[in-house]
């Protein structure tokens, strides 16, 4: 398996779309499957089944996973497969995420202190997960670099998986990503390809939030992405 393992709005839908474009991955998005059975992988290919998403002869099976309930308690065998962590600042997450909550009605983030709390759990979490991935089954990747840099992040994921023919900044928008949470509903559908703009990693304390919950989101990020230094994620 391939998956991302990140937080929500931290740019996951884009590179999601890149990756299932490819004709060697299987997926769409985030089918919401929980990976703690040793048939979670299973139950991926009947979700991608079930959404004309299921690619037969493809070399990946392809899931993205942004919510604790969902990688918890997980088998040895979750961690044979290829993981992209993926990590935005906490201000601007944390930002988006309130305002995606508002136009979607997800009552569980619908303030900056339950947004920020779900992003330091979140961090945390996956802190956890990349110690347990050894250095060749793991890269960690900034979502300010992707969107700034697209086309040259692209290729190196697409290298980093050894993937035939080279992946390619482009692609076509599942309908699944649409629907059901499986993406972003916003605006991927509209694109074909990342487009790059200017983002640089914000870390300005989060506002509308206690100043210590602001702080651990902080020091959450700097903890994990700082693991993602050349000696420690995969060449």
């Known amino acids: 398996m391939i998956v991302i393992l990140s937080h929500m709005r931290g740019a996951t839908t884009a590179l999601s779309n890149v990756l299932c474009s490819h004709e060697q991955i299987s997926g769409y998005g985030e089918t919401h499957v929980s990976h703690n059975r ?52 906490p201000r601007p997450s944390i930002s988006s995420i309130v305002k995606l909550s508002a136009e979607t009605g997800m009552k569980n983030v619908n303030t900056p202190e339950k947004a920020a709390t779900y992003y330091l759990n979140r961090l945390e979490r996956l802190r956890e997960h990349w110690e347990r991935f050894s250095p060749v089954q793991r890269l ?15 290729s190196r994921v697409g290298t980093w998986l050894g993937l035939n023919p080279a992946l390619r900044n482009a692609y076509i928008s599942h309908p699944a990503t649409q629907a059901h949470g499986g993406g972003d509903p916003t605006l991927s559908s509209k694109l074909t390809r990342i487009e790059a703009r200017r983002e640089e990693a914000d ?23 700082k693991q993602f230094s050349p000696t420690n994620a995969a060449p």
């Open 140 to 154: 960690g990747l900034h979502s300010e670099q992707l969107l700034s840099c697209p086309d040259a992040e692209v």
């Open 203 to 225: 870390l300005s304390p989060v506002t509308g939030v206690p100043p210590a919950l602001s702080e651990a989101c902080l020091q959450a990020y700097r903890a994990l992405t």
């Open 38 to 89: 040793s048939y979670s992988p299973g139950q991926v290919v009947v979700n991608q089944y079930r959404r004309n998403a299921w690619k037969k002869e493809a070399d990946f099976l392809f899931d993205k996973i942004l919510h604790n309930g969902l990688d918890g308690d997980l088998p040895d065998t979750f961690y044979g497969s290829r993981a992209i962590f993926m990590v935005r600042a």
